[in-house]
């Protein structure tokens, strides 16, 4: 029964019994993987202390074979992300990276998704306040974009034609369409200094921060594109909360 200590962040975490819990764990070396930490809600606990969601540190689990539920050992904490959880814009920012992460990863080790979800969280973590939507919209870009699914905006989709200033984007057809092409296809007309700030966002560069109207219109398209390529028909309960209107006026 080999113990492996690996990289972690905890995306899920599941009461279970009288002291224990069950996590879910995006882990560098084992990918998406879930463990039982068995005592882990006593006071006194031998994983170490109180293990909670976005936690980012080293995991010790027994794998088994052909078991889906490992015991988790041991996690050292390196960062808590404790200030997600200090207010509802920021724990809709981290919930909705966490459900990506769990919904759209693949199972098997990707380092290259582990970094953007653990990169992710540091920076939703240490964004000051008036950039914090656009932070959120950036992260969860950068997790599409390293699971291979980056929209193309600088050319038709269909015909490669470039296309400059205004984009017409389809979340469907993954990205721009030229005027021949967006002919009946439902697509969201960008604003020139909107297309920037998407190319900007998929590159993984920050724009100038949006505002609360343009960060709403900018989640809807990547819920948009998300749905379409990532999420078949899978529910995504975070994600459609980040995305809802209510708490986004309410807290800007
Ligand atoms: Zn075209």
Request: aromatic share 6%; with cysteine.
């Amino acid at each position: 029964m080999p113990s492996i200590t690996t990289p972690a962040i905890i995306l899920h975490v599941m009461p279970y019994g009288e002291t224990s819990m069950i996590l879910r764990l995006l882990t560098r070396d084992l990918g998406l993987a879930s463990g039982i930490a068995r005592g882990a809600r006593r006071a006194k606990s031998r994983t170490g202390p109180r293990l909670d969601l976005f936690m980012a540190g080293t995991a010790t689990l027994f794998v088994k074979p052909n078991r889906d539920l490992h015991p988790l050992t041991q996690f050292e904490a390196t960062d808590t992300h404790e200030r997600l959880a200090t207010d509802v814009r920021r724990f809709a920012d981290g919930s909705a990276l966490a459900e990506l992460a769990l919904k759209c990863a693949p199972a098997d080790p990707h380092p290259q998704v582990f970094d953007a979800v653990s990169a992710g969280f540091a920076a939703l973590e240490h964004t000051e306040d008036d950039s914090a939507d656009t932070v959120a919209l950036l992260v969860c870009w950068g997790l599409v974009v390293s699971l291979g699914f980056a929209p193309t905006l600088d050319a038709c989709v269909v015909c490669d034609q470039p296309i400059d200033g205004r984009v017409a984007f389809s979340p469907a057809q993954g990205g721009a369409l030229c005027a021949i092409h967006r002919a009946g296809v439902s697509t969201s007309m960008l604003a020139e200094a909107d297309a920037a700030a998407l190319a900007a966002l998929v590159g993984g560069r920050l724009p100038e921060p949006l505002d609360a109207r343009h960060a709403a219109a900018h989640r809807r398209l990547l819920l948009g594109f998300i749905r379409h390529h990532l999420a078949e028909h899978r529910s995504l309960p975070a994600l459609t909360f980040w995305d809802a209107e209510p708490w986004n006026i309410t807290s800007s």
